[in-house]
């Protein structure tokens, strides 16, 4: 099957800024949270995706088409959404319609009208009337009813409040539901991308630090509580991302559990007290301060 986009040793060099040596695929019909602070390199990526960047080595393919010489053809099945985007506001949400239906064959009417009910958007307002919520909505409705193979949402809940937060991931939530396409959307909020996302891909300062299934994040990242005396080179097992000691309580961070390690733990002069399951957030966190592949 053909990856809905794949990423191959891309470097990208900016003069405060660079992304080295990313490879990153999105099977197709996935979603993926691509994860990182202000400044990681996220919008860098989704740029080299649409063709809005070249990259100074290595290769882009998106849908099957090489990047950039292919992407015109690419931009046909690609739908982008950003933050910064901006809509006309003297003018109306049908207005924007009617602008995007006479530029993309593959728009879809019905499906236009139904996001309209869904997203609860008055289509004959002046955009001028619309709260950001609002105006986010109707960008992703402008996206969507193009009914794009690939969408690429950069940060689409930045500056939202948590009510028109809830009410964008909700209605997102349940257009991906409905539909079985690809998408890549970033955020430095790992809640949205826990909440929406099949993939995770954690970027750190134009590295790759980690990406894989959601689920396997969650099951191979476990926080220990353990009592008793660590040994001497304990910090440098490899399946520990974390060790920190306060008095005979130690917490270790595990970034690849394993079943036999309680026992090996307890033959090392500590038992496990306790075994949690790790938020996304604390495993982003843990794994750009240890440097750890998860």
């Known amino acids: 099957m053909t990856p809905a986009f794949s990423l191959s040793g891309i470097s990208k060099r900016y003069p405060q800024f660079a992304l080295q040596d990313i ?10 949270g691509l994860v990182g602070v202000n400044g990681a390199g996220k919008t860098t990526l989704l ?11 290595g ?3 998106v849908l099957g088409h090489r990047l950039p010489e292919g992407q015109v053809a690419a931009k046909r099945e690609i739908g982008f959404a950003s933050e910064d985007m901006r809509l006309y506001r003297t003018q109306s949400l049908r207005w924007h319609m009617d602008l995007v239906r006479r530029a993309f064959p593959g728009w879809d009417a019905d499906y236009a009208a139904a996001l309209v009910q869904r997203f609860d958007l008055r289509a004959d307002q002046p955009l001028d009337g619309f709260s ?9 409705l402008l996206c969507l009813a193009r009914r794009p193979r690939l969408l690429l949402l950069d940060e689409p809940t930045t500056g939202l409040d948590p009510v028109a937060r809830i009410e964008v991931l909700e209605a997102l939530a349940d257009v991906l539901r409905d539909e079985r396409r690809s998408v890549l959307f ?16 954690f970027v750190h300062q ?5 990406s894989d299934d959601k689920h396997a994040f969650i099951d191979r990242w476990r926080r220990l509580l353990c009592q008793g005396t660590p040994p001497d080179g304990l910090s440098a097992w490899p399946e520990l991302a974390s060790v ?22 307890a033959a090392s002069g500590l038992q496990v007290q306790r075994d949690d399951p790790m938020a996304l957030e604390d495993i982003f966190i843990t794994a750009v301060r240890s440097g750890a592949v998860a």
């Open 206 to 210: 134009g590295r790759l630090v980690a």
């Open 186 to 201: 970033s955020s430095h909020n790992t809640h949205d991308v826990e909440q929406l996302a099949d993939a995770i891909t």
């Open 47 to 57: 740029r080299l995706l649409t063709g809005l960047a070249a990259p100074d080595a």
């Open 244 to 265: 920190r000691t306060s008095g005979s309580l130690v917490e270790l961070k595990v970034r690849q559990w394993r079943d036999d390690l309680p026992a090996r733990l």
């Open 132 to 140: 950001h919520g609002q105006r986010v909505k109707a960008l992703l």
């Open 23 to 32: 490879s990153l695929s999105l099977p197709e019909g996935q979603v993926m």
């Open 59 to 61: 290769e882009v393919r």
